[in-house]
């Protein structure tokens, strides 16, 4: 299973971006997907996740700027992110829960990350 994450990018501050993630492989079910974030000298923190069902999931800084959402049919992941901040610029990082074709358990995944930078 392989994730492609892109979209990243340099942005004013108060843009808009809009990244993507696609699952390829041999993929039996896409329980949660996500998106995660790591700035420079910080640790990686949760940006905003969708569970197959549709249920959402904000970490508070992203809470009525980001929105998620996901094409099951794809297995795509979309962050849309509007009124970016300086404080947004990041590595973002996506993420899967997957259980692969004749698998027994699901297996964590992990994107190659896309840069986001937010200009002041």
């Known amino acids: 299973v392989q994730l492609q994450a892109s979209g990243g990018g340099l942005v004013q501050a108060g843009g808009s971006l809009r990244l993507s993630c696609a699952a390829s492989?041999?993929?039996?079910?896409?329980?949660?997907l996500g998106w995660y974030r790591q700035a420079p000298g910080k640790q990686r923190e949760l940006v905003a996740t969708a569970t197959r069902s549709g249920s959402l999931n904000y970490a508070d800084s992203a809470k009525g700027r980001f929105a998620i959402s996901r094409d099951n049919a794809k297995n795509t992941v979309y962050l849309q992110m509007n009124s970016l901040k300086p404080e947004d610029t990041a590595v973002y990082y996506c993420n899967a829960d997957v259980l692969p074709l004749g698998g027994v358990r699901f297996y964590t995944y992990w994107g190659q990350g896309t840069l986001v930078t937010v200009s002041s």
């Open positions: 492989g041999r993929i039996s079910v896409n329980n949660v």
